[in-house]
């Protein structure tokens, strides 16, 4: 994640607000999202999704009505 990456947030600050959320909202769902995850927020983390495209036709194709837009 960029933010602690550079050093603006630390990922502990993250995961104790995160607690602190969960603990006065227990049916909240809290997403978090941002490339290179530190491994202490994916271990706190109940999902974890790694999307990556490897090959896409864009910019080749335009979008298609009905499915892109």
């Known amino acids: 994640m960029r933010a602690v990456r550079d050093g603006l947030i630390k990922?502990?600050?993250?995961?104790?607000?995160?607690e602190k959320v969960r603990k006065n909202n227990p049916g909240m769902h809290l997403l978090l999202t941002g490339r290179g995850m530190t491994d202490s927020i994916i271990n706190y983390a109940d999902v974890v999704t790694d999307m990556r495209c490897i090959k896409h036709p864009y910019p080749r194709i335009g979008a298609i009505k009905g499915i892109d837009l």
């Open 11 to 18: 990922d502990t600050e993250i995961i104790s607000l995160f």
